[in-house]
């Protein structure tokens, strides 16, 4: 079965620190893949996408995600994290199956950045 | 409206009472999801409708839930006889398309969820 991995359950940075969190996912065919963030308190926002095309993709806030499909990953990535960025992440994946439009998310990944 | 809105935003019930939470989409979007997103987990998908019908309810964990969509715009997802198991944030989403087949471009659009906690 398709499923989407983060690696990452709890993220601890100071301030200006750079950013990589991990996802994996497991399907050898087309996908579509997307990072969201939750703020505290806050909705479910997208912060990027990557649908085809330049496998670097550039997402609100400065941050950035590379799709590797020979290692089915999608990495985020922000080379100076603020305190403003402290949130919950989730990668999620739109696999070709089914009802291709439904999202799989994975455990997400919670980010503190301290001061 | 301006984004997708749930209600109530808390709800508590008993044990083995009936629950409707409400979603109403972005205006204009034909596609509409349920998710569910228990402690320490990220959403799961229940079910989807596209327009009025449901295209998808694999997610749907058991024939206690149930959900609609009459008129192609606000949707109710019901539960019976809930469970202290079914306590968790019901997240609904819609997006302008949906699609099959292919893996979807449309972008979808979280509200803020209903938190249901089962007594």
């Known amino acids: 079965a398709q499923s989407v991995s983060q690696h990452n359950h709890h993220v601890i940075l100071s301030e200006a620190a750079s950013l990589e969190l991990g996802c994996n996912y497991s399907?050898?065919?087309?996908?579509?893949l997307f990072w969201y963030v939750q703020y505290p308190g806050q909705h479910l926002q997208l912060l990027l996408k990557?649908?085809?095309?330049?496998?670097l993709v550039k997402g609100i806030k400065g941050f950035e995600a590379e799709f590797i499909k020979s290692k089915f990953s999608f990495n985020l990535r922000k080379p100076s994290v603020q305190w403003s960025d402290t949130a919950e992440y989730f990668c999620?994946?739109?696999?070709?199956?089914?009802?291709?439009?439904?999202?799989?998310f994975g455990t997400g990944t919670r980010l503190q950045v301290m001061l | 409206g301006a984004g997708v809105s749930q209600t109530p935003s808390n709800k508590v019930t008993e044990k083995g009472k009936y629950v409707e939470l409400r979603c109403d989409p972005i205006?204009?979007?034909?596609?509409l999801y349920w998710y569910r997103q228990s402690l320490g987990q990220g959403p799961e998908f229940l079910i989807y409708?596209?327009?009025?019908?449901?295209?998808?309810d694999s997610g749907l964990p058991n024939d206690r839930f149930f959900a609609v969509r009459p008129e192609g715009s606000v949707s109710t997802l019901k539960i019976q006889r809930t469970e202290r198991g079914d306590s968790a944030v019901y997240l609904c989403?819609?997006?302008?398309?949906?699609?099959?087949?292919?893996?979807?471009?449309?972008?979808?659009?979280f509200g803020p969820g209903t938190r249901l906690t089962v007594l």
């Open positions: 205006s204009g979007h034909t596609a």
């Open positions: 989403a819609s997006s302008l398309r949906g699609g099959s087949g292919r893996p979807s471009t449309d972008t979808q659009y």
């Open positions: 399907y050898g065919g087309t996908v579509n």
């Open positions: 409708f596209q327009g009025t019908g449901a295209a998808d």
């Open positions: 999620a994946v739109s696999f070709p199956t089914g009802t291709a439009s439904k999202l799989t």
């Open positions: 990557y649908f085809s095309g330049d496998p």
